[in-house]
């Protein structure tokens, strides 16, 4: 076999996850083909250690678990267990949301609509929302001036609205929820170093999306992250680079 990288993703994360990324999308790529192997959205595949050492014979298992957590704990790569049988505990591998849209080489053209038999929308995870929007958010973050705070409270305050108005008594707007979702933007641009502009312009796409807007009833939600282990932001974001792709 082939081992090959991408040398723009070698020069971000290192040859190693390059190498890595490189086989998980080809494999990606023959299974959303197949239409198989596709849950919550994302393609996966599933090997052993013991067997990924013999198809990467210069790493040892030890030296390819490493390199797999190092990869998880960096977003590129998100773990699951789609095995039949519980006593199975073969992992599954899928190349994470916000490595996609990183780096489009990684989008998968034959990935079934996610309202196709195969591929189903994310589930609401309720307990996640309902933590995030009754949290303590009651002040602005340690390194956000004042006057980027009051940017995104006016933001997050506007975007409650506008929601209110499409779907009415689902929708709150509260003081606590306002600055939840404040909070959350504060995070995706400051701390995630999404640029303004792509936080913008991915809300108000899920905003009035058919399916995304109804999952999206405050900002609070964004950072969290959901079954699939992917934060609801970073799932918005494939979604929307899946969309744009295809209609190419």
Aim: include cysteine; hydrophobic fraction near 40%; aromatic fraction near 10%.
């Amino acid at each position: 076999m082939h081992h090959g990288f991408d040398v723009e993703v070698a020069r971000a994360y290192g040859v190693e996850a390059a190498i890595i990324l490189n086989c998980f999308h080809f494999w990606a790529q023959k299974n959303a083909a197949n239409k198989k192997h596709i849950h919550d959205g994302l393609v996966w595949t599933y090997n052993s250690r013991k067997a990924l050492a013999e198809i990467f014979p210069y790493w040892n298992e030890n030296k390819i678990r490493r390199i797999l957590e190092k990869m998880e704990k960096e977003g590129l790569i998100v773990t699951g267990n789609y095995n039949p049988s519980g006593y199975d505990r073969t992992k599954w591998y899928a190349i994470s949301a916000q490595c996609i849209c990183q780096f489009s080489q990684f989008h998968l053209a034959d990935l079934p609509n996610r309202f196709g038999k195969n591929a189903q929308p994310i589930p609401v995870n309720n307990t996640v929302n309902n933590t995030v929007d009754s949290g303590n958010a009651s002040a602005k973050p340690g390194a956000c001036s004042s006057e980027e705070w009051e940017e995104y409270l006016a933001y997050s305050e506007g975007f409650l609205k506008k929601q209110q108005d499409m779907w009415g008594k689902l929708v709150e707007v509260t003081d606590v929820k306002i600055k939840s979702g404040a909070r959350a933007i504060d995070n995706l641009i400051r701390v995630k170093a999404f640029p303004r502009k792509t936080v913008h312009e991915t809300i108000e796409w899920a905003r009035v999306h058919e399916f995304w807007s109804l999952q999206l009833r405050s900002l609070g939600s964004l950072t969290k992250k959901g079954k699939n282990g992917e934060t609801k932001f970073a799932n918005i974001l494939a979604a929307r680079a899946r969309e744009i792709h295809n209609a190419r």
